[in-house]
């Protein structure tokens, strides 16, 4: 199994910039990609980035692409979620989560593509 704890979510203005991580411990040899999802209240859990972890291979939603870089690693098994020029509508739960499959780059893109997830941390943007 693959645990994942999300740290580095807070409070800003438009504008600024935020770095969340991700630390994984448990069976990390085994994963294959991992990703970061964002969910607002009343929406849908929306992708945001994903990165395969042995190549480094990286694609992100065209909301924040430009924005957002994500990177890894693979020594410390953590991710990262670079966050630049904040907008409001980034205000959500940010979700950190993993795969042990391998799978095509739609299947990274949707929630239904990762085995594991952790719990969130809350980013909140005002205007």
């Known amino acids: 199994q693959v645990q994942l704890v999300e740290s580095g979510g807070g409070l800003v203005q438009a504008g600024d910039s935020l770095r969340l991580s991700c630390a994984a411990s448990?069976?990390?040899?085994?994963?294959?990609?991992m990703g970061w999802f964002r969910q607002a209240p009343g929406k849908e859990r929306e992708f945001v980035a994903t990165?395969?972890?042995?190549?480094?291979?990286?694609y992100y939603a065209d909301s924040v692409k430009g924005r957002f870089t994500i990177s890894r690693d693979n020594v410390k098994n953590t991710v990262y979620l670079q966050m630049n020029r904040l907008k409001p509508e980034d205000t959500a739960v940010y979700f950190c989560?993993?795969?042990?499959?391998?799978?095509?780059?739609?299947?990274?893109?949707?929630?239904?593509?990762?085995?594991?997830w952790g719990q969130g941390t809350q980013v909140t943007v005002s205007p």
């Open positions: 989560a993993s795969t042990a499959f391998v799978r095509v780059g739609a299947a990274l893109a949707r929630a239904t593509g990762y085995d594991y």
């Open positions: 448990g069976r990390t040899f085994n994963i294959y990609a």
């Open positions: 990165i395969r972890w042995n190549s480094g291979n990286t």
